[in-house]
Every structure is written in structure tokens, then in C-alpha cells.
């Protein structure tokens, strides 16, 4: 509700989470005793009257129900987040309950007195509300929580829901009101409930009798219904004062006293008693001149002739003349959070809807902030940089929606003065990671030296890059879930800092690009000076932005690399995401031209099913920078990821595309194996039929765990026979968390689905493997892929412990950070090249290739995501995911033996009646030791015009005849008769060489 983190963040849903929000069933069994029966998000935004967001409950029932071990739980319309307010006392039979929650900056009036108060920030048009049994949040999208007592889904596009949809959208002046007061239940929101003006009602306000029983009213007397503001301001050295009401349907309200929080000068007075049954009494909470500035609460008591009472509590909020350092103090909030106060600062930066004011003298004390951002909304700043000026404002604590803490502010200013030039403001030097960036809240400070980038995946909608003091590596990537991790990530958090772009709104241009039109992870930024200020920062949540008042100097210190480096070998693997590469677009289209086409999930063909390229604009992009990247990859196999599931066809197109661009037929796909799953993305692989043949079919583990069935082939090197296989694999991704326990996210770093993930690789290890080493007959495997775990998560230990070896780790890791994505500014490895124990000693090298996750997003395929376009035809950003690159040594199945022995050859004889020439070959043991067989006899240079006829097979299109299956023991000879038919009468020779070993 926060004016400045107000504008829209524009955020690609993924098919899954697409789908979730299709889904809703009815959230209970019956309808329930207690309800919500009214929703409101709208407080305190643009064009509300009411202050706060509330939650109204009702007890429909006719019993009392006990709420202290009760919530009301918030997240927003596709949120998997809930924070709850703790609700407490007891809900009588008919009876209303509010619940009052966060504020907004706009609004005029303050809601009835509330039953609980809570900060939940409630969306304004659309989001979820829970009522729960308990005070333990809910997980997930669509919980199922035997503790949940009510659901409300409020507004459009809302994915969790009783019954066939959600409430109507709200706004700032509409909220969602259950039908008959609070009685219907159907369990169905969208038709239980109407949109209406708010109208908050408390358990002081009159009570509602359902039909059929439910609501009955205790027989005993009334409560004493409160009407008390929830708070009065004035100035120091000014009286003011603020009335109070209470009346009750069945009694007299004849007295009132305070009871809590008394103060000398803070008094009641001008009590007026009610006159009868259900009349109003009234008094004034009075606050003399003597009152100093501060916020005191006060708690006042009504009784009346029947002997009962009621209490109510009323912030006093007194303003004074406060130092800004005073008003942000050394706590986690301000020690006058929510008074009125005074204060005076030079302007240091016109930011958003309002300004930074800082003093200049300070007070030496380094735990209290120097400076203050105040809010203005559409009013303008009484001056400019360097003026000295004088606010007098509520001090409030404002938090972005999932902030780790809050952030001092002055707003709701009433009045504001320019006391003409002030004194220079110095730059506080700050060590990113050393410090609390909470004692810098506000000020102008320099960050010394380099800082890295971390992250620019929000450059393009939101002018920000992450900073930290080198690259900070994903905690689970370097250690086991656990103590190390959970250190690594605290450290993490202190030591970053988001550098934004002067602006709250999407960027006009996309800043801080190089003359290459990037900017990358790993490039620095030296001398930052700026303001440093807190708010909503791309991705959810909020933290620490720098502000520059300096244009930033950046360096490219992370060099991109035209093509991978890895050491020799014999073949060379690789792994690339493709990041959704369809032939079928989102409109509808597909590369054929072609319209009304679908992709397919499961038995559902639709358009919307599609990811990937738009249109085929978009696609052309997409497809030249894939290419490109494959290309220089130079790769002998490669396994993909996130490929449309349309049989070959997509696989095939990429093939064709990459030949032509290289300019000859030099790969070909895999054909599909019997199961590619029910995802509308698979796995597949290319590879150079030059380099290497299939052996056997395509294999895949259709097994219901396998969301993306692995899929597996077995290569022979034509160079010398060599076989091994390549599994590739695309486990459970990390989102959308759903599937019970163990696929929550537990907050140990390895977020959602984590049990599947676990059981794959399992299925994996224990059967997919050991079939395709049955099925080859070879126990050298390479499995790649994206496993969606980083390095030292359940996943890949799992697998690690059970017969393979983490070649990023054994050749990565000792250089430096082994990374593939880089999430939340921090880099770590969801893609994996895991050789078995017998393939590992042939592996040469591996390397990750930064072409993609060092990238922003924002210089991507896509068209009209940001004001500019600064994509470019080349292998950078084809993905999100950077490739992997295996070298591989294969040891031959075949081992030339020509110089071991002695080749006797006779001459060749001719048959007039056959036409056909023969000959003899013997061979003799030269050394002191065993030949082991087979032994071939190869032909080599033997022209093309002569067919060998009694050949046994072909190598690499030259001939070859096996001349003995057994060991030639020293000394021993073998003879093997040559054929041939040579129809042009030519002179002919050839060159013999004698192979060990099977082609």
C-alpha cells in the first residue's frame, strides 16, 4: 500500500504456476461456526477513506468460540508466503470480531476499535485470507491445513478459493462483505460474497441472529459497546484533546476513569453519562501544554449500572523538536514510531514522492542514522539539494511486503519550511559487509573501492544491479544444508546492496549498459557515492538501495568469452538449457505459419500451454542465438534441456538450422526415446554422426516420479571404438512449492520439492543407470543436465555417495566459484556433469561456459519488455542457464599392434573364370609377449574400385577382415586369405594394419 513501491513489476508466470491458478477447491469440508465476513485491502490507499486494512470475523454459530490460539493469515493472489495476525479473547454467538491491520498514507478516518491489530499489508484489489485454528503460518499456494476454519479469495486472477471462484476485485473503496450479515455460508466465495463500501463492524457492535439458530445472542446482558479514536496529536506546549463514547443496548454507561499509561498532564475530563438503556456517554482524553513530545498510551475504562466495563487504549502522540538522529535511534525501529514530530536537515537527494534531509553535525554516535527520507506524496519538496529545511510529520516505520525489517520515515507532513543554504553534508565511507547498513538509513555515504555485480536480472523493469564485495556464491552451493550454509547466507545478506537507478518507476532506458549492450555478474563498480535508501527491490521483499548522487564507474572485469575453453580429449559433451525452445508460439502460431496451433501438457492442447517465443519475431531471435551458441560450443554431444515435446520436431528444426549455419550437414538428433513424459518440455540430444555412432536405441525411465523422464544413448567413437553413454536429465524444479512434506519449502536453502528431487535421483542411481550400463554392456556413463539442485544439496549428494563423481567440483571448484545461474544475487550450479567411477579417470576437463547467467535478462529474445532494445545476434543471454563442457579421453576399444609383428603378404593371383584376384596375408608374433585377440587385418588405402569380398566389416569406410579371434602367442603366425573383385582391371596395393580389439 506504500505509495513508493506502488508501480508494477512485470513477472513471465511459468506454465506450472499457471495451472496452480486454475485450481481451487472448496477449502473445507462444511461451512464453519466462525467466518470471515468482511475483507478489506483498500486502507489508506489513493481515494480511501478508512486508514487501515481489516479482517471482520463473525460467529454464526450459537456457541461461544475461544480464538487465543487463533490467526488471520495473508498472501497475495499467487503468493506461497502467509504471515499471520494473532487473534485473542472469545467470540460470542452472533457476534462480530475486527481485526485491525496495516496503514496506508492516505485515508481521513481511523476504523472502529479493533478486537486484535496486526501489520498484515494487504493487497488493495486482490489476495487471500485465511482464517486458522492456529498461530502456525500456512505453506503453499492452496494449503490444506486441517487447522484452516475459512478461506477468502478476493479479486481477479486469485488462484486459492472456496468454491467456483473468488470474490469481485476490491479497491480503495469496495470491500468484500459476506452475505446476510455474516450468516450465508456456502462455501463458495464467489457466491457468498458482493463488493460494497466498507463497513467495519467490532464485537461492541450490535449483535446478528442467523436462521436456524446459529447466532442466538447470550441470554446475559450486553457488552458495553467503544468508540474510542485509536489515537490524538497535538504539539508540545499546546492543550488538545480527543472524545471518547461508549454505550450499551441493555444498561446505563455511568462512569469512565483511566486505567493505564496515567500521566501528569494527561487527564480525563468533561464526563457525560448516558441517559437510558442503549444512551451514549461521552468524555474528553484532555493533554495540557505541559505534556513533552512522545507517544503515550492510555487506557481508558467505561462501566456501567449493571457492573460491567470496557476498556479501550488510545495513543496520545505528542510532537517536539526532535534531532533526526533522536527520531531514527539505535534501535531495529524509531523510539517515536507513529508521533508527530518536528526536526531539521539539509536536503540531500529529490527522490520518488519526497526527499532525504540529513544533518550535517550528526551525533558522533555511529549506531543512530544521521539522515531521514521524507514523504511527501504529490507535494513538493520546500527546496532543493543543500537547502536547510524544517518538517514537522508522523514518524512511521515503513516495511515493503516480505522486508526483512523496516524503515525509519517521516510522512502525513503538515507543515514544512526552507531556512535558506545549509552546510555541506560530508560522505560517511562504508565496508559493504563489515557493518549494519541500518546506521546508514538515509545518508550520503561512498562505498570504498570495487564492488561486484551480483545480479541484473531486474536491470531492465527496474534500473537495479546487486552489488557485493566480490561474488557471492548460493550458500548450499559451497556447503550441506546446515550450520555453514545458514553462515553463508547471513554473511551474504550483510554483504549486499542493491545500486538503483534514481527512480521508483521502470527505467525510460535501461542504465549502466557497457558499448556492448551489457552489463555482466562479475563486472565491478568502483567509489559508489550516494544515498542510501530501503524499498521494494525486483524479485519481492526489500532492502538497502543505493541512490548515486556520482555516475557510477563501471570496469568489465568478467570478460566474455567468444567460445568455451576446456582441456584436450578425444570427444567433447556439453549440457545447454534452451530455456523453452518451442516451434509453437504463445499467439497461437507456430514456425510453419501455421495458426490456432497448441503445445501439449498431459491431455490439455492449448496456446496457453506454450512457452518460450511469442511470435515469430521473437522466435527467429531466440533460435539465431541458440545456434550460435552450439556452434561455438564446438561440442561431439550435446543433451538439451526445455525443448518443446513434440515428438523430433523441434529438436529436428534445431539440427537443420545449425547445419546451416555452419554450412554443412555436420549434426543430427537423437532420435526420441519411447517416453518423453507429459510436460510440454523434455530433454533430447544432438550429436556428429562423424564423430560418433549410436549404438542401439534411445533409452528413457518413464517411472511416475519423473516429471521429464531422463533420457539416455550410448555413443561408440568411430575413431577407435570407445563407448560410453549419455544419460540427460531435467529434475523437479525449485518453484511452486505443493506435494506435501518434504516438498515445502523448509527454509534450508534448497527451496520447493526437494523430496522429489531426492527420490529422482534415487530412481536414477538405483535403476536408470544400471539399465542403460546393462543395456551397453559399458560402465562409462556421463549423466548431465539440469538437476535444478545446486552442488552440495540432497540431490547430487545423494547421488555422490552411490557411485558418481562431481566433475565441476573436481575441476572447477579449485579455481574458483563453479556457477551456472546466478538467483537472488548469488551464483551457484543447477547444472551437473556426474561421470561414473569407470568414465572418471577418462575425463580430461570440464568447464562452465558464462555466456548466459552472467547476462541480464534484459538483453534477451524478447521484444517489448523494456524501453529499449538492446539485443544483439550472438551466443550471450541464449539462455538463462550457462552450458557445461566435458572433454573426454575415451581409451579405445581397438589398439593398433602393426609394429609388433612381421606382415608377410603374397602376390595375388588372378581366376579368368571368377574375375576375381586372391592372395594371402600371414602375420608372426615379433615380441616376447601374448597378442590378445581379436586381431583384424585392415586395409588401408585400398582404392575404391576394388571391393574386398570375404571383408568381415567396414571402419570408417575402409575394410577389414578378422584373422584370428585368439591370443598369437610369441612367435605364432596366423594366415587369413584376402578376395577381391576388381572390375576395371587396375594395378592395385594397400597398406595392411593389424587393429587388437573389436570395431
Known amino acids: 500500500m506504500t505509495p513508493r513501491a506502488s508501480h508494477s513489476v512485470p513477472v513471465r508466470m511459468t506454465v506450472l504456476a499457471a495451472l496452480l491458478a486454475g485450481l481451487s477447491a472448496s477449502a473445507l469440508a462444511a461451512p464453519g461456526d466462525v467466518v470471515i465476513s468482511q475483507v478489506y485491502g483498500g486502507g489508506g490507499n489513493s481515494g480511501a477513506t478508512l486508514k487501515n486494512d481489516y479482517i471482520e470475523l463473525f460467529n454464526r454459530s450459537s456457541a461461544a468460540v475461544d480464538l487465543s490460539t487463533w490467526s488471520v493469515q495473508y498472501a497475495s493472489s499467487t503468493g506461497n508466503s502467509w504471515a499471520l495476525t494473532r487473534l485473542t479473547g472469545t467470540i460470542q454467538p452472533g457476534q462480530y470480531y475486527l481485526v485491525q491491520e496495516a496503514a496506508g498514507n492516505a485515508g481521513s478516518q481511523n476504523l472502529p476499535q479493533p478486537d486484535a491489530t496486526g501489520t498484515l499489508a494487504m493487497a488493495g484489489g486482490a489476495g487471500k485470507v485465511a482464517l486458522v485454528s492456529s498461530q502456525t503460518a500456512l505453506s503453499g499456494t492452496n494449503p490444506t491445513s486441517a487447522t484452516l476454519q475459512d478461506v477468502v479469495g478476493y479479486g481477479s486472477g486469485t488462484n486459492f478459493y472456496e468454491g467456483s471462484g473468488p470474490t469481485g476485485t476490491l479497491s480503495a473503496t469496495l470491500a468484500a462483505l459476506r452475505a446476510d450479515g455474516g450468516c450465508t455460508d456456502s462455501n463458495n466465495n464467489a457466491a457468498d460474497f458482493s463488493t460494497a463500501s466498507p463497513s467495519p463492524r467490532n464485537s461492541a457492535s450490535p449483535y446478528k441472529l442467523c436462521a436456524g439458530g446459529g447466532g442466538t445472542p447470550d441470554p446475559v446482558a450486553q457488552p458495553i459497546a467503544l468508540n474510542c479514536p485509536t489515537s490524538i496529536s497535538g504539539r508540545a506546549g499546546t492543550a ?10 441493555d444498561s446505563i454507561v455511568n462512569a469512565a476513569s483511566i486505567t493505564g499509561g496515567a500521566r501528569a498532564g494527561i487527564s480525563l475530563t468533561g464526563f457525560t453519562a ?3 438503556d442503549g444512551g451514549s456517554a461521552s468524555a474528553s482524553l484532555s493533554v495540557d501544554a505541559s505534556v513533552a513530545g512522545g507517544n503515550y498510551p492510555v487506557a481508558v475504562t467505561f462501566t456501567n449500572d449493571d457492573g460491567q466495563s470496557a476498556s479501550c487504549t488510545v495513543n496520545v502522540l505528542v510532537s517536539g523538536e526532535q534531532t533526526i538522529s533522536q527520531l531514527q535511534g539505535s534501535g531495529a525501529t524509531s523510539p517515536f514510531n507513529n508521533t508527530v514530530q518536528t526536526t531539521t536537515g539539509v536536503i540531500t537527494k529529490l527522490l520518488g514522492s519526497g526527499y532525504y534531509i540529513q544533518d550535517p553535525a550528526g551525533d558522533n554516535d555511529p549506531t543512530t542514522p544521521d539522515a531521514i527520507y521524507v514523504y511527501t506524496g504529490s507535494a513538493a519538496a520546500p527546496g532543493k539539494v543543500g537547502d536547510l529545511v524544517r518538517v ?20 502525513d507532513i503538515t ?30 555515504v561512498r562505498f570504498s573501492g570495487a564492488l561486484t555485480v551480483n545480479g541484473n536480472g531486474f536491470l531492465g523493469d527496474r534500473g537495479e544491479l546487486v552489488l557485493g564485495n566480490g561474488r557471492l556464491e548460493t550458500p548450499t552451493n559451497r556447503f550441506r544444508p546446515g550450520p555453514e550454509a545458514n553462515a553463508l547466507a547471513a554473511a551474504n545478506e550483510r554483504n549486499m546492496v542493491v545500486l538503483d537507478d534514481n527512480s521508483f518507476t521502470t527505467p525510460a532506458h535501461i542504465p549502466y549498459l557497457f558499448q556492448d549492450q551489457t552489463v555482466r555478474a562479475g563486472d565491478t563498480v568502483n567509489d559508489l557515492v550516494g544515498v542510501l535508501d530501503f524499498g521494494a527491490i525486483g524479485g519481492g521483499g526489500g532492502w538497502y538501495k543505493l541512490q548515486p548522487t556520482d555516475t557510477p564507474t563501471f570496469s568489465r572485469t568478467n570478460v566474455r568469452e567468444a567460445a568455451p575453453t576446456v582441456a584436450a ?11 523453452n525452445f518451442f516451434t509453437t508460439f504463445t499467439n497461437g502460431r507456430d514456425v510453419n505459419g501455421a495458426s490456432g496451433q497448441g503445445c501439449k501438457i498431459g491431455n490439455s492442447t492449448s496456446a496457453g500451454n506454450c512457452r518460450g517465443a511469442d511470435n515469430m519475431d521473437e522466435f527467429v531471435r531466440q533460435r539465431d542465438k541458440i545456434v550460435n551458441e552450439l556452434k561455438a560450443m564446438d561440442a561431439d554431444a550435446v543433451g538439451l534441456m526445455e525443448i518443446q515435446n513434440n515428438g523430433d520436431f523441434a529438436v529436428g528444426y534445431l539440427v537443420n538450422a545449425l547445419n546451416a549455419s555452419i554450412g554443412s550437414t555436420v549434426y543430427a538428433y537423437v532420435p526420441q526415446p519411447p517416453a518423453t513424459g507429459t510436460d510440454a518440455i523434455r530433454v533430447a540430444m544432438i550429436y556428429k554422426p562423424g564423430k560418433l555412432t549410436l549404438v542401439g536405441g534411445a533409452m528413457s525411465d518413464n517411472d511416475s516420479v519423473n516429471n521429464r523422464p531422463p533420457m539416455a544413448q550410448t555413443f561408440k567413437v568411430n575413431s577407435n571404438g570407445a563407448k560410453f553413454s549419455l544419460i540427460v536429465n531435467h529434475l523437479k524444479s525449485k518453484g511452486s512449492c505443493g506435494g506435501g512434506t518434504g516438498n515445502t519449502d523448509s527454509g534450508d536453502g534448497q527451496g520447493c520439492w526437494n523430496l522429489t528431487r531426492v527420490q529422482q535421483a534415487t530412481r536414477l542411481a538405483q535403476y536408470f543407470i544400471p539399465a542403460v550400463v546393462a543395456a551397453s554392456g559399458d560402465a562409462d556413463v556421463l549423466a548431465v543436465g539440469d538437476f535444478n539442485s545446486y552442488g552440495h544439496e540432497d540431490p547430487i549428494a545423494y547421488l555422490t555417495s552411490n557411485g558418481m563423481v562431481n566433475e565441476l567440483e573436481r575441476f572447477v571448484r579449485p579455481n574458483g566459484t563453479p556457477y551456472s545461474y546466478v538467483f537472488d544475487g548469488m551464483s551457484g550450479y543447477l547444472d551437473h556433469a556426474l561421470a561414473s567411477t569407470s568414465l572418471d579417470p577418462q575425463v580430461t ?13 534484459a538483453i534477451d529474445y524478447n521484444i517489448g519488455d523494456t524501453a529499449d532494445d538492446p539485443y544483439v545476434n550472438n551466443a550471450f543471454r541464449a539462455s538463462d542457464h550457462d552450458p557445461v563442457v566435458v572433454s573426454l579421453n575415451l581409451a579405445g576399444a581397438t589398439t593398433d599392434v602393426t609394429s609388433s609383428v612381421k606382415i608377410v603378404q603374397s602376390g595375388l593371383k588372378g581366376n579368368v573364370l571368377t574375375g576375381k584376384v586372391s592372395g594371402t596375408v600371414t602375420i608372426t608374433n615379433t615380441t616376447s609377449a601374448p597378442i590378445s585377440g581379436p586381431l ?27 584373422i584370428s579371434t585368439g591370443t598369437l602367442a610369441p612367435g605364432a603366425q596366423a594366415t587369413v586369405t584376402t578376395s577381391f573383385s576388381n572390375p576395371t582391371k587396375i594395378q592395385f596395393s594397400y597398406t595392411p594394419t593389424i587393429i587388437s580389439g573389436t570395431f
Do not use: C
Request: without cysteine; aromatic residues 6%; hydrophobic residues 30%.
Open 845 to 857: 576437463g570440464v568447464t562452465e561456459w558464462h555466456n548466459n547467467a552472467d547476462e541480464p535478462e
Open 392 to 411: 514537522t510529520g508522523t514518524v512511521t516505520e515503513y516495511t515493503p511486503t516480505g522486508a526483512p525489517r523496516s524503515y525509519t520515515e517521516i510522512k
Open 569 to 579: 580429449g578425444n570427444v567433447r559433451v556439453a549440457s545447454a538449457n534452451v530455456l
Open 274 to 276: 448516558a441517559g437510558a
Open 240 to 249: 488538545f484533546s480527543g472524545v471518547l463514547r461508549a454505550s450499551d443496548p
Open 415 to 444: 507543515a514544512s519550511a526552507n531556512l535558506g543554504t545549509g552546510q555541506p553534508v560530508g560522505i560517511t565511507n562504508v565496508r559493504l559487509g563489515a557493518e549494519d547498513l541500518r546506521r546508514y538509513e538515509g545518508m550520503l
Open 936 to 962: 583384424q587385418l585392415r586395409l588401408d588405402g585400398l582404392p575404391s574400385s576394388v571391393t574386398l569380398d570375404n571383408r568381415t566389416g567396414m571402419q570408417n569406410g575402409t575394410p577389414y577382415i578378422t
